[in-house]
């Protein structure tokens, strides 16, 4: 096996490896499968028991030692960061670099999270000092601040097998709040997902921390992913991937006689709006970009912008004809698992197959590879069809055409919930994006100007969520540090004295 070290295929519960009779084998792009244990629901009992368990200490820690902890696990993460690139590689068929990449990400938002719980705005405390000669009623003394959950479950992702798995967005935010953490890994990276919790375990045994502040459990089949959503010591969910998979969880969360918050971030078109003067201006250039984003990564990014909204006639043709040239210089390349690559061929039947859609480019993927495609339709056609307006993971991008400006206007306003919309624009279309703005940003979480969404930074101020399907709540975001509100709630204490408040509010 690749890297320095050997993998043992079981699972991570409180800080036991815990082996299962069920098994199941990885299928990495390139090398030898490795057999791992199969999660169970009896193995998720376990670890929810003891993530409760460590919640009577984690949960009412410092914020100083949950920062340390934190920066921690980025120092144990690092410490094995050729492992890691090896097993990654070979799991998933992504460049070494992308994954280098991925792991800095990784550890930066740890240390991010480490800087913010540290600075303490997050607590959102507030004071209402008590008004004793008040009339007709006097006031109490009221302090309020944000507090933990309790136990989160975070599913891992398939397309970020480090910034969205084991150690990524969500357990780094969930840690950070005082929330332990029971992770259950995706099938499609099992091995680097075990090297990762060896780092988040070393860590906490460092700390000196309960060991049930962090599990793993690796694969299984559908029941158990539904026993951790049920789980009645489960108080939150954070989880990334397909719509169906998503809306299934969803409506497990919602049916459980204590319903609990699914954070679901579920996909996206993340539709492109040419403005006429920017697409006069530089159609072609924004074509060969729009490829280039479209193409990154195999197109195997939730910010893939699959739709390009632009307005009929020779401008928009230029921006196809450089589209088109672009994706003709893209080879093959290997996508995360047979699954999604069955699901790539199907979605591009489904486009191909629709009303008024002409092919502008087309290739041939087979097996785990894949190739980008092309198409090109109607405003009017795309408006009568829904199945147009769908999601395909994977390089295929669909040039909407309009007739008007109004009828671009209409576009914006059949769009269901996206992660992100784009406008190209220049200063004589300044107008236009104006009027466009309060339609789009109902629309989506994060609305660009003049550039691409995919790569998305951690910083305060972004927002990686949306309305439905994008997202199952669109108040909240998993990327940047307003993630951490997923896994608080609001607490007010009334005239409690100082000896009895937490340490935050004293």
Known sequence: ????????????????????????????????????????????????????AAFESFGYGTREERAVFLETIAEEIEARADAITDIGARETGLPRARLAGERGRTVAQLHLFARHI??????????????????????????????????????????????????????????????????????????TSEIVAEAVVAAVARCGLHPGVFSLIQGGRRDVGEALVRHPLIRAVGFTGSLAGGRALFDLCAARPDPI??????????????LPA?????????GAGWAASLTMG??????????????????????????????G??????????????????????????????????????????????????????????????EVFGPLGLIVTVDSLAQMRDVARA?????????????????????LLPILERKAGRVLANGYPTGVEVCDAMVHGGPYPASTNFGATSVGTLSIRRWLRAVCYQNLPDQVLPQDLR
């Open 1 to 52: 096996m690749p890297g320095t070290i050997q993998l043992h295929g079981r699972h991570f519960v409180a800080g036991e490896r815990i082996a299962t009779e069920a098994r199941f084998h990885s299928a990495p792009v390139d090398g030898p499968a490795h057999a791992f244990s199969a999660g169970t629901p009896a193995l998720v009992d376990a670890a929810c028991q003891a993530a409760e």
């Open 118 to 191: 540290r600075g303490g705005d997050y607590l959102e405390r507030r004071h209402d000092p008590a008004l004793p000669e008040r009339q007709p009623l006097p006031r109490p003394h009221l302090r309020l601040m944000q507090r933990p959950v309790g136990p989160v479950a975070v599913f891992g992702a398939s397309n970020f097998p480090l910034a969205f798995s084991v150690a990524g967005g969500d357990t780094a935010s969930a840690l950070a709040a005082g929330c332990p953490v029971v992770v259950k890994g995706h099938s499609a990276h099992p091995g």
């Open 261 to 274: 918050p699914f954070f679901g971030e579920l996909g996206s078109v993340n539709p492109m709006f040419l």
């Open 329 to 390: 210089g893209t080879g093959r390349q290997a996508m995360l698992t047979d699954g999604i690559a069955a699901a790539y061929r199907a979605g591009r039947d489904r486009i191909a197959a629709g009303s008024g859609v002409q092919a502008l480019f087309a290739s041939t993927c087979d097996r785990r590879d894949a190739t980008p495609y092309l198409f090109r339709t109607t405003a009017a056609d795309w408006l009568a069809d829904h199945a147009l307006a769908e």
């Open 415 to 435: 769009l269901s919930g996206q992660l992100t919309v784009t406008i190209h624009m220049d200063d004589a279309d300044t107008d236009l994006a104006a009027s």
């Open 278 to 286: 920017a697409l006069a201006a530089r159609g072609a250039s924004i």
């Open 298 to 327: 195999a197109g195997q990014f939730c910010t893939n912008p699959g739709i390009a909204v632009v307005m009929r006639g020779p401008e928009g043709d230029a921006f196809a004809d450089a589209a088109r040239a672009a994706l």
